[in-house]
């Protein structure tokens, strides 16, 4: 399989540079992951650490700017993979981290035009990432609003937020010329300051945190393309299954699970 490189501007190939946290006793890897082609953030990229033998020990998700952070559990050499939908997987290094220190790297992915078999081969994948996710069981048991990806093709042509107007208790604030945001009718922010303001559900995409909720918008048009959402969980607090109970979403919470 072709792969990209992680890229430093004195060099080619694998690019680093090492700014050390004096006060920090974690050993982290932080940086960008851009489109080779046009150097854009590709959000929700996955960036796996492995140890030598291959096994993933620690992994996190970009955020909208592309960027990510991961702290390994102790100071030594990894290797490094990143992966996103429509592009090339990245598998790359050793890198050294070092106990107390931050590695910042840049991270190119090459696109990658999807063929019909592989798209066979990601869906097994993403099955497989819904059952161990509890996804099937929270639907079968009738937790919460659920929308497939047939249902996401049929109410969701232009925007994400266009599936959660199926949900009763959900209403959509316009933010942009194009963009919405999901609220909970009747829900305030419990955080300081405008004790009017709305809250917004707390976002999880694959298992993982990706906004706070609360005071903090969630961005789902934004970051989220149909075409690159296979299934959405819909919870409304207290309601909340127990997978994210750890996270005590203030109004609710929107699970998204990528293809």
Known sequence: MRRSSLILPLCAGFAFLPVTATNAAAQTLAGWVLDQANGTPI????????????????YTLADIQGLFIVTAPEAG????????????????????????????????????????????????????????????????????????????????????????????????RRTGFTNYEPVFGGWRSPFPGDPNSICYPRVFVDGMMFSPGGDMPTGIDRVFRPDKVEAIEVFESPWVPAQFHGARAPCGVIAVWSR
């Open 43 to 58: 959000a929700l990229a996955r960036v796996t650490l492995l140890d030598p033998d291959s096994l993933p020990i620690a």
């Open 77 to 172: 050499d990894y290797r490094v993979s990143a992966e996103s939908a429509f592009y090339w997987n990245h598998n790359d290094g050793p890198v050294s981290l070092s106990l107390g220190d931050t590695l910042w790297v840049r991270i190119t992915l090459r696109p990658h035009p999807v063929e019909m078999d592989e798209l066979v081969v990601e869906a097994g994948r993403r099955y497989r990432r819904m059952a161990l996710g509890g996804y099937y069981d929270r639907e079968d048991k009738g937790l919460g609003w659920h929308f497939d990806r047939e249902e996401i093709e049929r109410y969701a042509h232009f925007r994400i937020s266009e599936v959660l107007r199926r949900v009763p208790r959900v209403t959509l």
